[in-house]
Nanobody, 120 residues
Framework: QVQLVESGGGLVQAGASLRLSCAAS????????MAWFRQAPGKEREFVAG?????YYADSVKGRFTISRDNAKNTVYLQMNSLKPEDTAIYYC????????????????WGQGTQVTVSS
């Protein structure tokens, strides 16, 4: 069992930066591939970034967001730079024993989410 807790969201202006954190419980964190998803009001949940043997990004965030992990701290991060109003969403981290995929159904554990709001 893995419990995930996100933090770091907030209200920022366009062009600002935020760093999201996702703290995981358990001693098996390093065996999971991790990802960030987001869901904006009235929209489907979408894949943002993932980290396994490599890192993967949605086209909409490539070059602006960076995913990383610190296995010693059981934490995965999402550094978000040059934020845009369209980045406004609830951001969720997720864990999978499988490969990184944009399909949320492949993930075994989810956090409760953290709100990111970007004003124009």
């Amino acid at each position: 069992q893995v419990q995930l807790v996100e933090s770091g969201g907030g209200l920022v202006q366009a062009g600002a930066s935020l760093r999201l954190s996702c703290a995981a419980s358990g001693r098996t964190f390093s065996t999971y591939n991790m990802a960030w998803f987001r869901q904006a009001p009235g929209k489907e949940r979408e894949f943002v970034a993932g980290i396994g043997w490599s890192t993967y990004y949605a086209d909409s965030v490539k070059g602006r967001f960076t995913i990383s992990r610190d296995n010693a701290k059981n934490t995965v991060y999402l550094q978000m730079n040059s934020l845009k109003p369209e980045d406004t969403a609830i951001y969720y981290c997720a864990a999978t024993r499988g490969v990184i995929t944009a399909s949320g159904h492949r993930y075994d554990y989810w956090g409760q989410g953290t709100q990111v709001t970007v004003s124009s």
